[in-house]
């Protein structure tokens, strides 16, 4: 079974960066598109981004887009999103997951969370005004 955890949340200063992690077991980690999502207190679960098996990103429309990064390193079986410029909003608990083999990398693909059949426990990142 695929297992995926994620690290590098924490508090910060507005204006500030961190480094998110997500480190991946039981699966060939290279064949595999991984997202990111996030759940801001009081609303549904969003995606952030997604990056393919060749590290191209796709971004949500939301404000993330430009302050964030995506990359991810294969042979470390783990991707990273770098977050830099944060604001209040962005406080949240980030998650990451696996895409589903066999599909056809897209917007309309990466950005809906039934592409995705594994999932980590998520990291709380909390940014402070």
């Known amino acids: 079974q695929v297992q995926l955890v994620e690290s590098g949340g924490g508090l910060v200063q507005a204006g500030g960066s961190l480094r998110l992690s997500c480190a991946a077991t039981?699966?060939?980690?290279?064949?595999?598109?991984m997202g990111w999502f996030r759940r801001i207190p009081g609303k549904e679960r969003e995606f952030v981004a997604a990056?393919?098996?060749?590290?191209?990103?796709?971004w949500s429309t939301s404000s993330v887009k430009g302050r964030f990064t995506l990359s991810r390193d294969n042979a470390k079986n783990t991707v990273y999103l770098q977050m830099n410029s944060l604001k209040p909003e962005d406080t949240a608990v980030y998650y990451c997951?696996?895409?589903?083999?066999?599909?056809?990398?897209?917007?309309?693909?990466?950005?809906?969370?039934?592409?995705?059949?594994?999932w980590g426990q998520g990291t709380q990142v909390t940014v402070s005004s």
């Open positions: 039981g699966r060939t980690f290279s064949t595999y598109a």
């Open positions: 997951a696996s895409a589903r083999p066999g599909y056809h990398f897209s917007y309309f693909f990466v950005s809906q969370i039934s592409s995705y059949d594994y």
């Open positions: 990056i393919d098996t060749n590290g191209v990103s796709t």
